[in-house]
């Protein structure tokens, strides 16, 4: 079945570093991908998104690319802030009768420091 | 717009009793509705898809007759934990999707503690 991997945290930066999130994937056909980010103690809210390959989705700042050919959409920034500081999740949206379901990654937690 | 609403955000109750969550859309319409669990520094964890007006989809290992789920209408979900134990204390949310789109759109989440 489908399936999200992304790089385990926790990362910590100090503020105006770069940032990358390591996200692949596992899915037939082409989903559409997603990165949602959670703040602490709320709900997830849609970041970016990425409905066919090569698209780049980017929303904040944050930039991510749909790359099919390694089946990859990593998120990245090129200067974090402190209110950045969150739980970033990679998340697809596949194709045939489970279409509207999304597949999650874990999660990445980060913590960005003055 | 695609704003989704969550109620209550926080709940308390004791062991043995039941509790609704709801679960609204507030301006759009919602074929589908989809509630989550998420555990202390995990991944959110589907239980079940619900599309108005007929039974709710649960994911394996999710009881049915635990986690009784409403779609009444095109604009509100409910979950109901019933006969709630300790073990049910998580942080619930729930997800909306558009009618004709296939974007969720994500509930703040309701923390629900069972003493």
């Known amino acids: 079945g489908d399936s999200v991997t992304q790089m385990e945290g926790p990362v910590t930066l100090s503020e105006e570093a770069f940032l990358t999130i390591n996200c692949t994937y596992t899915a037939t056909g082409y989903p559409s991908l997603f990165w949602y980010v959670q703040y602490p103690g709320e709900g997830l809210q849609l970041l970016l998104k990425?409905?066919?390959?090569?698209d780049k989705g980017s929303n904040k700042g944050f930039e991510a690319t749909y790359r099919k050919e390694t089946t990859s959409f990593h998120l990245e920034k090129g200067s974090v802030q402190v209110s950045d500081s969150a739980v970033y999740f990679c998340?697809?949206?596949?194709?045939?009768?489970?279409?509207?379901?999304?597949?999650f990654g874990k999660g990445t937690k980060l913590s960005v420091i003055p | 717009g695609a704003v989704v609403s969550q109620h209550p955000s926080r709940v308390i109750c004791k062991s043995g009793t039941s509790v609704k969550i709801e679960c609204r859309s507030l301006d759009f319409q919602a074929t589908t509705m989809f509630w989550y669990r998420q555990f202390p520094k995990q991944s959110l964890m589907l239980m079940a898809t619900s599309n108005e007006g007929s039974k709710a989809t649960y994911e394996q290992g999710v009881e049915k007759d635990k986690f009784l789920i409403n779609h009444a209408s095109l604009t509100l979900s409910t979950l109901t934990v019933t006969s709630a134990h300790p073990e049910d204390s998580s942080f619930y949310i729930c997800s909306a999707r558009r009618t004709g789109l296939y974007e969720q759109y994500f509930g703040p989440g309701t923390r629900l503690t069972v003493t």
């Open positions: 998340a697809l949206s596949g194709l045939g009768a489970g279409s509207y379901q999304l597949t």
């Open positions: 990425a409905t066919k390959a090569d």
